[in-house]
């Protein structure tokens, strides 16, 4: 198909650059400068689309963002695919594929139009009244045929292949749009030298103006003082799409979607966001469409659109038009659209007596108009082919034959950025629109989004603005006579039962609908929009809302303002989620946290697992050994020799000052006042309802100077906590809190062959028994680097962990492996670790307590200070069902009666099997292990009363059968403790 | 009440929609009520509903401040389950469930229950600890759930990834089959219909100011934007601001409120069958029956009346959601939104009494009301009724926060309702 709509001469498409691109299979051409939409119609293409609940054949009905009907499918394949794409906004490129949506088999035949020849069975909401029977036919036969019907493009089939990035950026001032005012503004503003930031939509500066041969020079000049400012950012292809708290706007910057099939290796789009001290808002304004019967053929188009295709795209849309309108400004589209060689049917106007330049133009021109008049139908299948024009009020009606119609409801503020903000909108009744009125942001509309509608106000607003923006003193506003147009359903005189005039294009949305809506009761504008779902496609209703506004007005004979909008929302435009997820793929989502041990660790073929988002080595497998095997090898050894764990994970807080023991006198439940320097102490962490939400151990380093550990998982929570309450309720205390996590690695040394591993690589200190007991810390050096000894164990053994500077730990970790080769050393990993700790009764926070457990309910009351006279939690803990000592869950251990069954953690308990479900549940099991020690099973659980129960046998319900489990002590192994000295 | 049936549809086809009427009046306030709810949300309407229904109240209103359906209800991401971990939390939302299943017979409005399956992913040991230890409590509380391996979750959800190298992979899922999606203006307008038809006076636009009391420190009646109402019986259920209002009677409320945010794809054909949720990487997605992807974020991390949320929270959603579902990155947001929920001490909510005669008071839905929808109205119906709670309700009192006999689920399972 050749460019047989393409004109001769004009425009600001490049003729030398043919671009071929094909539209659902078929070859075409256009030029560089297209968009997809000029390129469809430069070929004489309308039909591009299909509607969403009637699939009805859609035409292109605007050349911007507001389009409703013109949606395709783009891409090279499935990891470049994106559904839904407006032709409008797609630049033409070299080789673009594009496909047609939401009909089957093709956009000319399509099986899903059965619903339009049945219309008068589904109006608005008609699914709320029926498939109701019979019960569970919804889900199974109903929903799956709707949901085939609705949808409208299809997801891509494969993963984005694309990259995206994001930036972060601040300015003086924010200018959202660059047509006139916008040029204007970002200019006055530049002149004071502040940072400026101009954005528009658009590959090039000129919003309206690049439809305007007559302009070109302004323009051109415009674009020449803006280049010479080093302190306007310029931002083209980028959309402001929100508008969020204290002056923040986010901006979708599109980097190679307009270049075709480029490399992935630059990214597709750049989210900004943009902190700017003043932002400016000159949006434009969008033409409203008539709603008049079938005024949705292909072919009928918004009258700017049409003479945009022209001026801009040198794209003639038809070759004999009908313009249908209630403002002046489609009376320019029609002497542009006559002077490009289309033939002008006939002009007809809504209003009785309309008078103008724009008007004396037309008549100038010999275009036939016809006023007091409106067209009562359309014809037409996949093109509109006649209409029927009749004088308001007329009985009969003249048909004219045409290929394409012009509407023009009058102008439409894009208000939706200043709404966003939160800003106050104004009716003004002389546009029948709304403007921005009281602003809640630093913030100003100008040009057509402030309600101009002249160039040269548009112009005057936009300085105005930029002027203000920058504190500088501001002319008068230009006055100007502005029009407003019409909203609502036209007067077409015909039984509203039997047309339909479209008032949401995508949504099949009628007028008819919006008035049901009505008498069922739905009176709120926010129901008719719910019920209707007008305004809730793709454009969110850029052409629709107002119309729709204007139909309820005048059914309930209430004021436009009194009824108000819609609540507007981000985004502007819809916005592809990899913008918003930018960086964050892949191994940056949530960036994966590694020990200084970590590659080592993988050296010798670790198996890893994650705990919160740290990477940590579960077991050391050896040879084909199982997960299970490994860690029954790992237990042994620690027990009989001595095992080397990585604790780097752990969180570690520096706490100093000289209030840094009564500060954790307040936050833990333990005492500190009486801890001394060198020694540790288990601390327990309560939320201030009385549950416990941390441990860790505690060293005293120095009186004023201590070093808490946390889990693994509660790092950050706990540092959160501890800042919290410094910084409101404990501001009389002089503690700083330092987060050390990540500047120590932590090397555990367990077993009783520990001492004699480290002894030979420790100097400045002596680790005796005697010298250095159980509990207690020394600083010194280990393998010739500063280290803090702990003498800790969480196996029971006799332990050591070595806190050394985080780029130290794998030299000091490789040092005591070596160490201990003599020894039989052997690294485990947490598997291992949590295996260990179980035999000996201890908690993991997180495992055992799950947010509701107290110290005493874990059977850790010993560690509670009881003479200090508050702490987090305290309180809370007195109260009656956490002081009961009668239901609560409490740690016990378990045995199953056969030794080799180990229970799934998670299983409850219960003390009858056999009762009927629901079954009275006494408790769960928490942890649960093979214990290589006992050479048997052991479990850990909370059960209701558990302590008094110890020695009562318990039932495990599982899926076809149960399991008998015999409570004791949560401390299975060495309960005397004797094995912590070696 | 005119009847909705498919046969209705076809007469309304042939002479022009023109006999369908209003399906609520707009009523005006009457000077005194036998009982007053506040808040025309699905709760609030709801428990009109069952007032008229099975308790045999004529004489009730419900007021709102806006337009009904208009907070939560209508901003939901409409996910209904009941696999929750305590007895009391499971028989609430189980109820509620049982009631979904009849509803849109109920009510002769279809409310759309469909149920897709809700599937929460397991990405670690620890998730794994807490799903199993659910679908063991589940079973025995005779709720479904099950234990899914990735390839079983896979085969339910065929968009999920679930290579084992991706950053969070997939070690698993528990799925509750029953579990699933419902139409949430629906639910508001059609429990809004069904009472209308029972009497209840449903009365938008009218703003509660006062709360008034006798010398007896009884609920006489409140005071209002359209002029004073009495009552005897008044029912609070106006989820973020409940605070507001519970204060007028001088009763302080265990409640912070949030915002929380959601968002939509644009249509596309079906391909996304069930629900899934995934806690530990904070997202929640399913498709609507239009063809969106909806999509559910986090709350901020301040409270907040304004019904919109910070971007980072939504872009982290949308990071997590392209992490699970590569194909949808290229998919582009439609609409964002937030809402603002109601949060006490345990994540729980409160159906109950107060300490003040004749006023009752359900509220603290947090970020999971919309499920309870049914079950939440019907007992708290109950109760207003009663003067005394359900036993299914009884253990979700204010009385709770002061004893420490706390529900709290979303300890339990660091879940997001």
Known sequence: MTQKYRLATGGLIDRRVTVPFTFDGKAMTGHAGDTLASALLANGVHLVGRSFKYHRPRGIVSAGAEEPNALVGVGRDEGHYTPNLRATQVELYHGLRAESQNRTPSLERDVGSITDRLWRFFPAGFYYKTFMWPKGAWTKFFEPRIRAIAGLGRSPAAPDAARYAQI????????????PAGLSAALAAAETGARVILCDEQPQFGGALLAEPGQSAWLAEQRARLAGFANITMLPRTIAFGYFPHNMIGLAQDLTDHQGETSDDAPRGRLWQVRAKQVITATGAIERPLVFPDNDRPGIMLADAARTYVERYAVKPGNRAVVFTAHDDAYRAAVSLHEAGVTIAAIVDLRESPEGPCLDAARAAGLPIRTHATIIGTEGNLRVAAVSVATIGAANAERIACDLVLMSGGFTPSVHLFSQSRGKLAFDPALDAFIPGTPAEPTIAAGAASGCQSLEAAIASGRAAGLSATG???????????????????PHGRDPASVRAFVDFQNDVTAKDITLALAEGFRSIEHVKRYTTTGMATDQGKTSNMNALGIVSKSLGVPIPSIGTTTFRM???????????????????????????????????????DVSLWKRARYFPRGAETMHEAVARECAAVRAGVGLFDASTLGKIEITGPDAAEFLNRMYVNAWTKLKPGRLRYGILLREDGFIIDD???????????????????????????EDYLQTEFTDLKVWLTSTTEQYAVIAVQGPRAREVIAPLVEDADISAAAMPHMSVVECRVAGVPARLFRVSFTGELGFEINVPADYGRAVWEAIDQAGQTHGIVPYGTETMHVLRAEKGYIIVGQETDGTATPDDVGLTWAIGKAKPDFVGKRALARTALASQTDRKQLVGLLTADPAEVLEEGAHLVADPAQPIPM???GHVTSSYWSAALNRSIALAMVRNGRARIGETLHVPLPGRSVAVTLTDPVFYDPEGARLDG | MQKFSAFALAKEALSGQKGWTRQWRDAAPKPAYEAIIVGGGGHGLGTAYYLAKKHGLRNIAVLEKGWIGGGNTGRNTTIIRSNYLFDESAALYDHSVKLWEGLSADLNYNVMFSQRGVMMLSHNVHDEQVFKRHVHANRLNGVDNEWLSPDQAKSFCPPLNIAPGMRHAVTGAALQRRAGTARHDAVAWGYARAADALGVDIIQNCEVTGIDRDASGRVSGVQTSRGAIATRRLGIVAAGNTSVLMAMAGQRMPLESYPLQALVSEPIKPIFPCVVMSNTIHAYISQSDKGELVIGAGTDAYISYSQRGALHISSHTLEAICELFPMFRRMRMLRNWGGIVDVTPDRSPIIAKTEVPGLYVNCGWGTGGFKATPGSADLFAYTM????????????NLERFGAGRLIDEAAAAAVAH
């Open chain 1, 571 to 609: 985004p502007y435009t819809p916005i592809p989620f990899g913008y918003f997820a930018g960086y964050a793929r892949g191994d940056l989502f949530e960036p994966v946290r590694e020990t200084p041990i970590h590659a080592w660790a993988a050296e010798q073929g670790a198996v890893f697992e």
């Open chain 2, 385 to 396: 009724a009663k003067d005394e709670p359900h036993k299914i309700n009884a253990p979700f």
């Open chain 1, 696 to 722: 860790g151990v505690v060293g005293r380093i120095a009186d004023d100077r201590f070093h808490v550990t946390t889990t693994t998982g509660g790092a950050a929570r706990v540092l959160n906590m501890m």
């Open chain 1, 920 to 922: 009275t549940m006494l």
């Open chain 1, 168 to 179: 972060y950026a601040h300015c003086d001032v924010l200018v959202i749009g660059a047509g």
């Open chain 1, 472 to 490: 500088q003193a501001v002319a008068a506003p230009v006055a100007e006579t502005v029009a407003a147009g019409f909203l609502g359903e036209v």
